[in-house]
């Protein structure tokens, strides 16, 4: 039997909620006299809270996800017919979805060739560094297992991928944390730790060499980044940024893992982030958007060189990749994530996302012009942050409660926005916009106008 929206007592849910649900990255103090949010339907760009009060959905499901929008039946519909005809076996058989699925991924990741399923961006993560880990052991006695990150990427939930997480709210109070990852510096020429010089990209890509020199090269492994950072304040590379880390990869023999649980299928007006930057990645690792929230799965995604890394000994019984995800062997995700890759393609959504980033963009820089709290708009497509600043000549942060404060006027006028949050101690200062693929301009500018209305309340 299935829920009746129509006949559901919405006070009963919402005390269903306040009284057994622990919400995510949430202070439920406040839930002690005031009710929790609890959203109940979507359809397009629009959702709808339990209260039925509509939201215009500027995060795509509030953490960067809903990349088709809400409300399609036909993924809904790929899904059930699956989970009838066959809903699971451990992936190590093999499925219908998950075979087209892969061959249709393939297809927009020229110089990949295997895709490896899981259920979360940290679980895909996690692959990536046990494939690592494995090859160091299988060929060189475990010495070159160590895996670099940069300070203010994000890669996960996990005790192993917040190791690898250059966000120090993120991991405070989780410690200790797994040992061979290495943090080197951000890449944000707003923050350059260089001061005003022609070649930041290069200089800040140089870091990363610096710390495979003072680590060992023979130590190194991989370095795992995200194309464009996306919770550590959408920060996009400067010129010369990638280039000079591909070259240093190259030079000293290091695995490159490019993180696109963000970025991936459409989200900066290119199918992958990376393919802005001309980057040859070793591994790719992907969720959110992949199945636009309609089921869960993830993927790592590796070149057929490393595949047969792990098949170089066949007498060897240690020698493959002994690992398993239970979940990933559900054959509802690969449905959905199929569908969803071919609504992408049908109603060119990536190009839409490139084509409305750009009017975006455009918009924000025009209310820069206006707001001096916002100290600076970066962005690639339909993934845009606007840092806020006390004093664009000082740069200093705003305090994150006036983020907070922006927000939750945007929210008050029936528009979603997002924000850095328990990230850092003092740069919790980004607002983040990344609306669905199928956004409009009529859309975007609902949008830039709750914000313009909002950062005129925050200054007073």
């Known amino acids: 039997m299935t829920l009746d929206y129509s006949n559901l007592d919405m006070d009963a849910v919402v005390e269903n909620d306040q009284t057994h649900v622990w919400h995510h990255i949430t202070q439920h103090k406040n839930f002690e006299s005031a009710k929790p949010p609890v959203m109940v339907s979507g359809k397009g760009m629009r959702i709808s809270d339990a209260n039925g009060k509509e939201y215009l ?33 451990a992936n190590s058989a093999g499925n219908v979805p998950g075979a087209m699925f892969a061959a249709k991924l393939i297809e927009k990741m020229p110089g990949m060739s295997r895709v490896y399923f899981s259920n979360s961006g940290s679980e895909a993560n996690e692959k990536a ?40 709210q993120r991991k405070d109070q989780y410690g200790p944390f797994a040992p061979g990852f ?4 951000h890449c944000l020429e707003y923050r350059s730790q260089y001061g005003d010089v022609d070649n930041y ?21 991989a370095v795992v980044l995200e194309p464009i950072t996306a919770g550590g304040g959408v920060i996009t590379p400067p010129e010369g940024y990638w280039e000079t880390i591909q070259q240093i990869c190259k ?6 893992h490019i993180d696109e649980v963000v970025c991936g299928l459409g989200r900066t007006g290119k199918w992958f982030g990376y393919q802005h930057y001309g980057i040859k990645p070793d591994f790719v690792t992907m969720a959110k958007g992949v199945a636009s929230g309609y089921a869960a799965i993830s993927c790592t995604v590796t070149t057929e060189e490393i595949f047969d890394r792990f098949k170089a000994n066949p007498d060897d019984p240690m020698s493959y990749f002994r690992d398993i995800s239970t979940f ?32 975006l963009l455009e918009k924000l820089q025009n209310l820069q012009q206006k707001h001096p709290m916002i100290g600076q708009v970066r962005g690639k497509g339909l993934f845009v942050g606007l840092e806020l600043v006390t004093d664009r000549a000082t740069k200093e942060p705003v305090h994150e409660s006036v983020a907070v404060q922006i927000a939750a006027d945007c929210q008050k006028d029936g528009v979603l926005i997002g924000r850095t949050n328990r990230s850092f101690d003092e740069f919790n200062n ?27 309340n925050a200054a007073g």
């Open 129 to 168: 560094y046990k494939m690592v880990r494995q090859l160091a052991a299988i060929e060189n006695n475990g010495v070159k297992h160590k895996i670099i990150y940069r300070e203010r990427d994000y890669h996960g939930t996990t005790i192993g991928a917040l190791s690898s997480t250059g966000q120090s």
């Open 57 to 89: 959905d500027a995060v795509s499901g509030g953490v960067w996800t809903v990349n088709v929008g809400y409300g399609r039946e036909r993924i809904a519909d790929a899904v059930r017919d699956q989970l009838v005809k066959m809903c699971y076996f």
């Open 182 to 185: 290495v943090e080197m510096p």
């Open 251 to 256: 030079q000293y023999n290091v695995l490159l």
């Open 328 to 359: 990933g062997g559900c054959a509802s995700g690969p449905a959905a994530a199929l569908e969803n890759i071919r609504i992408i393609e049908e109603e060119n959504l990536v190009e839409n996302s490139a084509v409305m980033g750009e009017y």
């Open 430 to 456: 980004t607002l983040c916009l990344s609306p669905a693929l199928i956004c409009t301009r009529d859309d975007l500018d609902e949008v830039v106008d709750a914000l313009d209305r909002a950062l005129m």
């Open 201 to 221: 990209g290069e200089l800040a890509a140089r870091e990363l060499e610096k710390v495979i020199l003072r680590e060992g090269p023979e130590t190194v492994g």
